[in-house]
């Protein structure tokens, strides 16, 4: 079985790596630490496809350490004891390098059982993960280890990747290979930064290439068919899936419809309409608020709307949801009205009631007040009276502040009014 191109064309040197400037360029810190030869415990954080397992098989090879690879989803209890297992034998005597690929799927005991191995320095550990290691890895391995963030690939630099790509392809044909042009540009934006996407949309082409007269041709419309989606990185469980909505949700808050639409066309490409939904009327209450309150009845309907289409009709009133709330005021009076109140029940617990608020009852013999003394506000003018409603440990307290916006400022007015003709 011939060996997959984006194995062939793996990095031997740190040079030789795509990206990760950032960490690995001239002077930068993952780079010095290598150079040094002495190799502390790291966590290799960031998307799939971007370097980490290269770069940890180039500091084991510059640094003769015997290596073993781990992967989380496979790996079980006997297969760490094998690792352990080296320790002290003359397979171990360079130093033991462990990269344990996607760490976030073993279990605490499994992650437990190489701490002392670590700490000792038996054993170097190189752990690699997708997902945020505060949460993915236990805090005792975290505290170990120092967390260098792998970031997606430049298109300027998958460029250059996949160019050597098509020229490391050419070795192994019979035939002329005719790259047309557009397709590596193509190929480089389609990956969404990762490099193994465009190394493998690149085999593709090759294998699909046309035969014409003069050898095999690589067409822009083939490169197109073949990396249409791949340049969507989605994860419904993971960071990319929280940081799209997270980004979703602050463009429409800080009233960029431009990127709202973006953010919302990517969640829509990926599908989760689900996710996307939900979102849209959150905001509605958290970021538009009282500044227009009509924009809650209109983004669920909206909402109702694009479920019950379905995709890709259902884009149409999304798109209205998200342009109306994107350009109408803001106010997050409510949103910090109720977590101010709910600050306050933490803090005090459950609180009496005003006597004048509960509920009508029989007054016993003992009691000291006799009659409830509600005071009804419809029986008075503009349908307001003044009395206490908050208990009396709290009775001074405020959690609401009318925004600045047209709507609340005419509330406020309201409110002013009813309590100067009251006194």
């Not at 945020?132 to 792998?150: G, L, M, Q, W």
């Not at 389609?190 to 067409?219: F, I, Q, T, W």
């Not at 009845?297 to 289409?309: F, G, Q």
């Amino acid at each position: 079985m011939s060996e997959p191109l984006a194995e062939r064309i793996r990095p031997k040197t740190l040079d030789e790596v795509v990206g990760q400037q950032h960490i690995l360029g001239a002077g930068k810190p993952l780079r010095r630490i290598i150079e040094s030869g002495h190799i502390p415990n790291m966590i290799f954080y960031g998307s799939s496809g971007i370097g980490k397992t290269t770069v940890a098989s180039i500091i084991a090879s510059q640094t003769n350490m015997n290596l073993h690879i781990l992967n989380g989803t496979q790996a079980g209890v006997s297969d760490i004891r094998s690792v352990i297992a080296d320790v002290g034998t003359f397979a171990g005597m360079n130093g033991i390098l462990l990269y344990l690929d996607e760490i976030q799927y073993l279990n605490k005991k499994q992650q437990q059982s190489l701490l002392s191995y670590i700490e000792k320095g038996d054993i170097t550990l190189i752990a690699s993960t997708t997902e945020n290691p505060s949460f993915a890895v236990y805090n005792a391995v975290i505290s170990r280890c120092t967390v260098f963030e792998f970031k997606p690939v430049s298109s300027a630099e998958m460029e250059k990747a996949v160019f050597r790509a098509f020229e490391k392809a050419k070795e192994g044909l019979s035939l002329p290979l005719f790259i047309e042009d557009g397709v590596t540009a193509h190929i480089a934006q389609g990956s969404g930064g990762d490099v193994r996407k465009a190394m493998n949309a690149v085999e593709l082409c090759v294998l699909s290439a046309e035969p014409d007269a003069g050898g095999l041709h690589v067409s822009l419309e083939n490169a197109r068919i073949l990396t249409q989606k791949s340049n969507l990185r989605y994860d419904r469980d993971g960071d990319n899936h929280f940081d799209i909505l997270s980004a979703l949700q602050k463009s429409i808050r800080g009233s960029d419809e431009n990127g709202a639409l973006h953010y919302t066309a990517r969640l829509l490409e990926a599908g989760d309409l689900i996710s996307l939904t939900r979102r849209l009327l959150v905001i509605a209450s958290e970021d538009v608020g009282l500044a227009y309150p009509m924009a809650v009845p209109i983004v669920k309907a909206c909402v109702d709307n694009a479920l019950a289409l379905g995709l890709p009709e259902a884009r149409i009133p999304i798109a209205e949801a998200v342009i109306l709330m994107a350009t109408a005021p803001k106010s997050n009076s409510a949103y910090l009205a109720i977590d101010s109140a709910i600050a306050d029940v933490r803090k005090y617990g459950a609180l009496g009631f005003p006597r004048h608020l509960q509920n009508v009852h029989f007054d016993g013999e003992g009691a000291e007040i006799r009659g409830q003394h509600y005071l009804y506000p419809h029986d008075y003018p503009n349908h307001y009276v003044r009395q206490q409603y908050l208990p009396d440990e709290i009775k001074d307290h405020v959690y609401y502040e009318f925004g600045s916006n047209k709507q609340e400022q005419s509330a406020k007015i309201y409110r002013k009014k009813l309590l100067d003709e009251s006194q």
